[in-house]
């Protein structure tokens, strides 16, 4: 745990996850908080994409519950997800766009302002009736960006959003997540890169064999963490995970 409950957007208590007989995650105790972005580490077969999935609500968690803390007043928390390899459709960019936002069923004239302003967020405005299949591995993950933000979520989540992409564009890419953040929308980020988590994080959450084994700010996470499966981590050495 990390985040008061008084700030807390999230909570997990004893949420274990288990698909085809295999545990994937086994009680899971945290607190997410409601601002800034928490970075979800550890090695393959950690469990981190499937807790990102829990919180997107892609999975139900086979026992113990997760919680949404709602501010009082408040509708529902949305949540928005940008896979590693985004699915493209046989459209312009802004259509793309547009299309993500269809179920939300908008009047045209805000519609077309929310599209304009994913646009302008992601620096797209220039491609905007580029066919969205044609774009380069960066312009298409942007345009997988612009589309979630185009919903206005409270929360992005973000599994390996830059994994496959050069330098510039996964900058790109850091600087949309930083901005987000800044305007108070919520990130959580799923990534191996520790200097993506050094530079992105307020807190990180580090998984081991289906389990939270820290939960730190960034700078005591990064600098002293407090477990030897993190330390292994983070030395580049080998780390099992027997899930």
Not at 193 to 204: C, I, K, P
Not at 221 to 241: E, K, V
Request: charged share 20%.
């Amino acid at each position: 745990m990390l985040a008061p409950e008084t700030t807390a957007l999230a909570s997990f208590r004893s949420v274990s996850y288990a698909s085809a007989g295999d545990r994937l995650l086994s009680d899971i105790e945290l607190t997410i908080a409601r601002q800034g972005i928490t970075t979800i580490m550890g090695p393959n077969g950690a469990g981190k994409s499937t807790l990102l999935r829990l919180l997107a609500g892609l999975l139900r968690p086979t026992s113990g519950t997760l919680t949404w803390h709602r501010p009082a007043g408040t509708g529902q928390i949305e949540t928005a997800f940008v896979f590693q390899r985004p699915v493209i459709l046989r459209r312009t960019v802004s259509a793309n766009i547009r299309h993500a936002i269809s179920p939300l069923k908008l009047p045209d004239a805000q519609a077309s302002r929310r599209v304009d302003a994913a646009l302008s967020d992601c620096s797209l405005e220039h491609l905007r009736d580029a066919p969205g299949r044609r774009l380069s591995g960066g312009e298409q993950q942007r345009l997988a960006m612009a589309r979630a933000l185009a919903r206005q979520p409270d929360v992005l989540l973000l599994d390996e959003p830059t994994a496959s992409l050069d330098p510039a564009a996964t900058n790109a890419i850091e600087q949309i997540a930083l901005a987000c953040a800044d305007k108070a929308t919520k990130v959580v980020l799923v990534t191996h890169d520790a200097g993506q988590a050094r530079r992105l994080s307020n807190d990180v959450i580090f998984l081991n064999a289906g389990r939270a084994v820290e939960h730190s700010p960034a700078a005591a996470f990064f600098n002293q963490p407090l477990s030897q499966p993190a330390r292994d981590y983070l030395a580049g050495r080998i780390t099992i995970t027997d899930t």
